[in-house]
């Protein structure tokens, strides 16, 4: 008897669950200003929770699958640390909290990429020192549903904790923070190799039948996995056996995978939905710039990017992005195509690009430089996050006009005006008749226009500009910002013949 009553004391504490917090609400965390903050949880079903901030004190009652919300009205940026209250059957409290604007960074591998592997990383660590820059990172994780929380903590920045950190979150960040005077926060949501459709929500990829090729790309994948893991077992346990020379043989497409449709954004996405965020940058397109996947891209970009709007519930936030690197072992074809989806895409409201087609490494898909990066991504969110009057970009295409044997290009974002890199002639120029041959053409500056002419080519009809993996345009405007690569035809052939 005494043990049965022991035992259900012991059910009935278990019941009594404490509040528990997700990552996100933890100490060192950075909270958005001027929004509609939410903070959430779990706790016992039933269970009375009031959180605390700056004054404002809002409860809720758990619900029957032990989750609870609460609001609180828009805080103006707080620099002085603060702290945040929960109380249920347990008290939590949060301790050094600041209120500033809250970025998500997310892509692949260049987004990822780290402080200590970008340029001068000695003494960009040594100089590391942000109090009011916070930074999180989320551990790489994929699932065939959707997450309530990811496994990660807030930081301040410091040459202890940046090191790791992704290099174009940090310079972004650290770019705003010295030019707004505000705290900024910085989520790094990010995975090597993946494509956007890993960061797509799967129901969407379902629904959407121009994304059908995804999910059949993927149940053929699904279906070589048994005989792709026996192979790759036996190669793993050759490379253990030889002492682990070179890197570890990547594991088969199958469950689990980072390519999952939609296993990154359940994961490493869906969990981040509830926080308030200033907006999202975005480094990603290399796995997508093969085969059919680069004609698709600007419609899956595109559609993931109204997905996340439409979920975060914080209307349409600010989606900056970077186009493509020049790179030059790049599918010849695939790149180009990647890089004017990106382009495109920017007649999506409230998105800006950051072009790097000047920092390329030829030889390395990862550019050491991203201390640029993080400057221009900035710089367009100095425009389209914070309504800055500014030059933010470089000189983009609008339109060709005729004249005689010459076409004049018409580019908005000049800028105080365009200018040839360098000095010397302006290069990257390519142009066609009717035939659908391009040949190199000559160009020069008019005012801010391009006119560009050939001798093989009589009469002009398209002209195409830096089309390849890694090309030799230097048109840039006098504010130091180069010019999207660009093409004024749609013709299906979207490849380049070597010219002579």
């Known amino acids: 008897m005494k043990r049965t009553i022991l035992l259900m004391l012991a059910l009935a504490g278990g019941l009594a669950a404490d509040v528990r ?71 939590i409290t949060v301790q050094d909290v600041l209120v500033g604007d809250v970025w998500v960074g997310s892509g692949q591998s260049n987004m990822q990429w780290t402080v200590k592997n970008s340029n001068n990383p000695e003494a960009e660590i040594a100089a590391a020192q942000y109090p009011q820059i916070r930074i999180f990172q989320v551990a790489l994780k994929t699932s065939e549903t959707p997450l309530d929380d990811v496994t990660g903590k807030w930081a301040l920045v410091t040459p202890e904790s940046i090191p790791n950190f992704s290099a174009v979150g940090y310079f972004f960040s650290r770019e705003l923070h010295k030019h707004l005077k505000t705290p900024v926060g910085f989520i790094q949501s990010a995975w090597g190799g993946t494509p956007v459709q890993a960061w797509t929500r799967l129901s969407l990829i379902e629904s959407d039948l121009s994304m059908n090729w995804v999910l059949a790309n993927w149940r053929e994948a699904l279906g070589r996995y048994p005989a792709a893991k026996v192979r790759h077992d036996r190669a793993v346990a050759e490379w253990e056996a030889k002492g682990k020379q070179g890197g570890r043989p990547a594991a088969p497409m199958g469950p689990g995978h980072s390519h999952t449709p939609g296993g990154l954004y359940n994961a490493m996405i869906v969990p981040l939905l509830p926080y308030a965020i200033k907006g999202a940058i975005w480094y990603q397109g290399e796995s997508n710039a093969g085969g059919k996947t680069a004609s698709q891209y600007r419609h899956q970009f595109v559609e993931m990017i109204r997905d996340w709007r439409a979920h975060w519930g914080v209307g349409d936030f600010p989606f900056l992005y970077v186009q493509l690197a020049n790179w030059a072992p790049g599918n010849a074809n695939g790149w180009p195509l990647v890089q004017e989806a990106q382009d495109k895409t920017l007649d999506l409201r409230g998105t800006g690009m950051a072009v790097i087609t000047d920092i390329g490494d030829e030889k390395d898909i990862h550019p050491k430089n991203k201390q640029d990066v993080g400057a221009r991504l900035a710089l367009a969110a100095r425009h389209v996050a914070h309504g800055e009057d500014i030059v933010y970009s470089g000189p983009r295409y609008r339109q060709i006009t005729r004249e005689g044997a010459s076409l004049r290009v018409w580019l908005n974002h000049s800028g105080r005006g365009l200018v040839a890199k360098g000095g010397g002639e302006l290069k990257g120029f390519f142009v066609a008749g009717a035939d659908r041959a391009f040949f190199r053409a000559t160009a020069r500056i008019d005012g801010k226009t391009v006119v560009v002419s050939c001798p093989e080519v009589a009469n002009p009809v398209a002209v195409r500009y830096n089309w390849a993996p890694f090309p030799n345009g230097n048109l840039f405007n006098a504010d130091g910002l180069p010019a999207s690569l660009f093409r004024s035809d749609d013709w299906e052939d979207v490849t380049m013949p070597p010219v002579n």
């Not at 919300?69 to 347990?90: D, L, M, R």
């Open 21 to 91: 917090l997700p990552a996100l609400i933890s100490d060192h965390m950075l909270l958005q200003r001027d929004a509609p903050l939410r903070l959430w949880g779990w706790a016992t079903p039933g269970e009375q929770v009031s959180v605390t901030l700056l004054g404002q004190t809002s409860t809720a009652a758990a619900t029957p699958d032990g989750k609870w919300e609460v609001y609180f009205t828009p805080i103006h940026a707080q620099s002085t640390p603060t702290t945040i209250t929960v109380k249920g059957n347990n008290q």
